[in-house]
């Protein structure tokens, strides 16, 4: 069964930085799409980033662009979000989502990510 697992997060002060890993395991077949994601409590879950498998293409939302970079090592299984210049505003649950290419997705269960001084 595909499994996602994140780490990295934890408390950092604001302009500090955080790298999140995403290790997959259990693909019948390559993926589509990672993609990061957050929820901050009452707020709906956002889209952070996304790379492709086929040929590493990025996206960025604009909340974050020029702040983290999403990354990828094949031999891995692995994804990172390099988080730098934190705010408090990055503070949430971030989670790891993997496409296939039959529209199924996964999830993993989340790091905490807490940007407080």
């Known amino acids: 069964q595909v499994q996602l697992v994140e780490s990295g997060g934890g408390l950092v002060q604001p302009g500090g930085s955080l790298r999140l890993s995403c290790a997959a395991s259990?693909?019948?077949?390559?993926?589509?799409?990672i993609c990061w994601f957050r929820q901050a409590p009452e707020k709906e879950r956002e889209g952070v980033s996304c790379v492709t498998n086929s040929d590493g293409s990025t996206l960025v939302a604009d909340s974050v662009e020029g702040r983290f970079t999403i990354s990828r090592d094949n031999a891995k299984n692995t994804v990172y979000l390099q988080m730098d210049s934190l705010k408090p505003d990055d503070t949430a649950v971030y989670f790891c989502?993997?496409?296939?290419?039959?529209?199924?997705?996964?999830w993993g269960q989340g790091t905490q990510v807490t940007v407080t001084s």
């Open positions: 989502n993997a496409a296939d290419f039959v529209g199924r997705t996964y």
């Open positions: 259990g693909f019948t077949s390559d993926y589509y799409a």
